[in-house]
């Protein structure tokens, strides 16, 4: 299993910049894939971005161009650089991540806390 906690959250004017930090609780590189998402009240989930444990990456079109999803394997961390935020990423930002478990097959998804980011001027 793993633990995940998101960090990074806040209030920001239209145009601004945040970075989400997701630090997770084992070796980043035996997680098959950890990722961004979002969601507002009332409303579907949102995949914001995707990083898998080779390297690649996924991100929706709604922030493709302003958002980018990028890793510190030694810190166990998965960043996500939101710029040229605008009131409609106001959200809720949840990390999660799928890993193997041992004796299981196929993948267990685990979730953090989650943090609130608001754009609005």
């Known amino acids: 299993q793993v633990q995940l906690v998101e960090s990074g959250g806040g209030l920001v004017q239209p145009g601004g910049s945040l970075r989400l930090s997701c630090t997770a609780s084992?070796?980043?590189?035996?997680?098959?894939?950890m990722g961004w998402y979002r969601q507002v009240p009332g409303e579907e989930r949102e995949l914001v971005a995707r990083i898998w444990s080779n390297g690649l990456t996924t991100i929706a079109d709604s922030v493709k161009g302003r958002f980018t999803i990028s890793r510190d394997n030694a810190k166990n961390t998965v960043y996500l650089q939101m710029n040229g935020l605008k009131p409609e990423d106001t959200a809720v930002y949840y990390c999660?991540?799928?890993?193997?478990?041992?004796?299981?097959?196929?993948?267990?998804?685990?979730w953090g806390q989650g943090t609130q980011v608001t754009v609005s001027s």
């Open positions: 084992r070796n980043i590189l035996t997680i098959y894939d």
């Open positions: 999660g991540a799928d890993v193997q478990e041992n004796g299981r097959h196929g993948l267990s998804t685990y």
